[in-house]
Every structure is written in structure tokens, then in C-alpha cells.
């Protein structure tokens, strides 16, 4: 972890087994946990006391954002281009995984693994055109797409809200909201069935 430097303090923080905690495994922090704590670690400059006020605000932050995401009825994935660091249950419910470790790889390969599709035309999604990788790369997006749930193969159609998260003037993650439309859109389309099959029944009655 070049991040936090040389020091006694970066040793220690390096060392602490970080995955029974919220803030979760060193490696999987958001960026911008790791930049306070290596401004802390800087020089070595920052007084034990400092370090430990700075830890306890990340690791806070860390929790009362879990909460948060965990109180909500969609999906929230949070993270970047190499995986997702940050997700709730319904997350992992609405996509068939276990653990947010298993979506933390790229999200490419991820998008693969649940055949992402455009919702319209049931086409493959090219990685940078994925809501996702989109946000990445600043832009606002909304995106109605099909995936493939994991373990039961079942294929789902979710709306896709996903955002750039900013510090500094810089994209540092990204954060999707998803929303599972699939029942929404089977009602859609038996109306739209219904509707038609009338008109075609009352076409064959007139004179």
C-alpha cells in the first residue's frame, strides 16, 4: 500500500486486519478515505492523537454510510472501474451474489458474467457505453437495461441511475441506483397485447 508511506503510523494501519470493521478490507477503501489518511500519514507530522480523530471520522463516515445504503429498498453500487467496493443486500439479491468481494473485480468481466443487454433491443452493452463506466466518466446517467440473475438464470429488467462521484474537481468512484422494473414492464406489455388483440377482434365484427 504505497499510499500510506513508510512510517511507524502506516505500518501499524497496514498491519490491522481493517476487514473487521466497516471501512472493510485496505485495499477496497474509497479513494477518498485513503487520501485523508495519507495526508495524515505524510511526513509523519500529524500527532498520534490527530491520526486516531482522523481514523475515527473515516471509520463514522464508513458506517453511517453503510446505514444509509442499507435502509433503502433499491440497489446501490458504489465503486470504481476495477469493481464494486460499496453495496447493499438488495444489491447483491437483485444480481445473485453473496458478497460484495465478488463484485469487486472489473466491471466489465462483471457486466459479462450477468449478460448486461440494452433494455430496447436486447443488444450487448460495450463497456464504455455501460451506465456504470458512463458515471465514470462524469456523465449523469439513466439507462433501462436486462442482466441475468446469477444462480436462478432469471432475467431481470432494471433502470439504471448512475452518477459521478466528485472531490476535488475529479472523478474519484461512481455510484448506480437500481431499480428493478421487470414486473412494471410484463404489465406494460400485456396491456399493450391486450389492447391490440381488441382492436384486431372488433376490426373482424365490422361489416
Not at 477518498?32 to 498520534?48: F, H, M, N
Not at 453495496?87 to 453473496?98: C, F, K, M, P, S
Not at 448506480?176 to 422494473?181: C, E, F, G, K, S
Request: glycine share 10%; aromatic share 4%; with cysteine.
Amino acid at each position: 500500500m504505497h499510499w500510506l508511506g513508510n512510517s511507524e503510523k502506516g505500518s501499524r494501519i497496514s498491519e490491522f486486519d481493517w476487514s473487521t470493521t466497516p471501512l472493510g478490507p485496505l485495499e477496497n477503501w474509497p479513494s477518498g478515505v485513503k487520501r485523508e489518511w495519507a495526508q495524515s500519514l505524510r511526513a509523519d507530522k500529524v500527532a498520534p492523537e490527530q491520526l486516531q480523530t482522523s481514523g475515527e471520522r473515516s471509520l463514522n463516515q464508513a458506517v453511517e454510510l453503510r446505514a444509509v445504503i442499507e435502509s433503502l429498498n433499491d440497489a446501490i453500487y458504489i465503486g470504481g472501474l476495477n469493481g464494486i467496493t460499496l453495496a447493499n443486500q438488495v444489491a447483491l439479491d437483485q444480481l445473485g451474489y453473496r458478497s460484495t468481494e465478488e463484485l469487486n473485480r472489473n466491471i466489465g468481466a462483471l457486466a459479462q458474467e450477468i449478460d448486461t443487454r440494452d433494455a430496447n433491443t436486447g443488444e450487448q452493452i460495450a463497456l464504455e457505453r455501460q451506465p456504470f463506466a458512463r458515471a465514470l466518466g462524469g456523465e449523469k446517467v439513466v439507462q433501462e437495461v436486462k442482466v441475468r440473475h446469477l444462480r436462478t438464470g432469471e432475467e431481470r429488467i432494471l433502470r439504471s441511475a448512475a452518477a459521478p462521484v466528485v472531490m476535488g474537481g475529479k472523478v474519484i468512484a461512481a455510484v448506480a441506483i437500481n431499480t428493478d422494473i421487470t414486473d412494471h414492464k410484463t404489465a406494460e406489455q400485456a396491456l399493450a397485447a391486450g389492447g391490440a388483440g381488441k382492436i384486431s377482434l372488433e376490426a373482424q365484427r365490422c361489416p
